[in-house]
């Protein structure tokens, strides 16, 4: 599905400016349940390159099992890799396949926030 939709994402990020494209990452659990992580494809498929390394997600239920209360009401599910680049006054764009409650993305920003981040911007494939 990543690859059908490329162009259209490569086109629509051009035009937002950003320091750091962060791809909402998944639990290392979960990617090796799934074997990739869905809203890294979305970019690399556009040919974009991203900063993977900035946020590590903390393992939990998985969100489509949870109803919009449980995600709402979920604990910090991110945190700031130590080793990553600074953030301070820079510009992220997170990147995800669904935008469902927003809570999933809210908590990524929040952090990045929390961690020096200037502005938090977002694009997501779909709303659900």
């Known amino acids: 599905m990543a690859k059908a939709f490329a162009p259209q994402i490569g086109s629509a990020l051009k035009s937002i400016h950003y320091d750091f494209l962060v791809p909402i990452p998944l639990s290392r659990e979960r990617l090796e349940e799934r074997g990739f992580n ?3 494809s979305l970019a690399t498929s556009a040919k974009l390159t991203t900063s ?4 590590i997600r ?3 239920e998985k969100q489509s099992k949870k109803t919009r209360q449980e995600r709402l009401a979920q604990d910090q599910i991110f945190q700031i890799n130590s080793s990553s680049t600074s953030i301070k006054g820079k510009t992220i764009l997170l990147i995800d396949d669904i935008y469902t409650t927003g809570s999933t993305l809210h908590q990524a920003a929040k952090t990045l ?5 200037e502005s938090i911007k977002a694009f997501t ?3 659900g």
Do not use: V, Y
């Open 125 to 127: 494939l779909a709303r």
């Open 38 to 40: 869905q809203s890294t």
């Open 52 to 55: 993977d390394d900035l946020l």
């Open 113 to 117: 926030k929390n961690a020096g981040a």
């Open 58 to 60: 903390i393992h939990s």
